[in-house]
């Protein structure tokens, strides 16, 4: 893996309400944290982008930069894929879907974020609106225009169809390989990768993925 530039997303974002309340999911970064290790392991130059709080990686050798909201993380991999010649992304991060455009408080509305606590006593009402999808910007970031992208779906109970309808989403993203796991079964780490040509392996623990995504790695070693 000696030259191969390598950037891994990791972690949950976080999107601000009030001066300390935020919506967020579940993301540790582990997976991330533990893909980074790996690839460092085997000789890549390895950039984290992690969020705030996330699991950190142990090879020292990473360069690390955190981020707290969507649009940190799109900031971090803009700034990152102009300055390096990073030849493979492996966007884990879980970004949130929706972002605080105002909220409204005993009926009267703000501007989201507010930069002071919000009483506990008022009624609140918050209104959502979809937030920037980072990874089909992904490769028009990046100075190496061969760059490659793993994307990363996650379902929740979906049907065999419905989850290749998801899947085809993140390869009409730009993905060339995507990693489909499933909450029902989030915590044995069971995960399928899929190749645009329709090939899927199946892992069936987080370890096995991480060599997986290696194999990849080095293939785009080989194809230069």
């Known amino acids: 893996m000696n030259g191969l530039k390598v950037l891994i997303t990791s972690g949950g974002t976080r999107e601000p309400i009030d001066g300390v309340r935020v919506i967020t999911n579940s993301s540790t970064g582990g997976t991330g944290a533990l893909i980074a290790d790996v690839f460092a392991r085997r000789g890549a130059e390895v950039f984290l982008a992690r969020a705030e709080g996330a699991v950190?990686?142990?090879?020292?050798?990473?360069?690390?930069?955190?981020?707290?909201?969507?649009?940190?993380?799109?900031?971090?991999?803009?700034?990152?894929?102009?300055?390096?010649?990073?030849?493979?992304?492996i966007h884990a991060a879980a970004v949130s879907d929706f972002v605080v455009e105002s909220v409204a408080i005993d009926g009267v509305t703000h501007t989201a974020p507010l930069d002071v606590k919000l009483p506990s006593s008022a009624a609140l009402s918050i209104h959502l609106r979809p937030a920037k999808k980072i990874l089909p910007y992904l490769k028009g970031y990046s100075r190496h225009r061969a760059v490659r992208l793993v994307g990363f779906k996650l379902t929740d109970g979906a049907s065999a169809a419905d989850s290749q309808r998801a899947i085809q989403s993140i390869f009409a993203s730009g993905a060339d390989w995507v990693v489909?796991?499933?909450?029902?079964?989030?915590?044995?780490?069971?995960?399928?990768?899929?190749?645009?040509?329709?090939?899927?392996?199946?892992?069936?623990?987080?370890?096995?993925?991480?060599?997986?995504?290696?194999?990849?790695?080095?293939?785009?070693?080989?194809?230069?």
């Open 56 to 89: 950190k990686p142990v090879e020292p050798s990473i360069k690390q930069q955190t981020f707290l909201t969507a649009t940190d993380l799109d900031t971090v991999c803009q700034q990152i894929l102009a300055s390096h010649d990073v030849d493979l992304i």
């Open 180 to 224: 489909h796991n499933d909450l029902r079964t989030i915590d044995t780490h069971r995960a399928s990768v899929w190749s645009a040509n329709g090939e899927v392996v199946e892992c069936a623990s987080l370890d096995h993925l991480a060599r997986h995504l290696l194999l990849l790695g080095s293939d785009v070693c080989s194809a230069g």
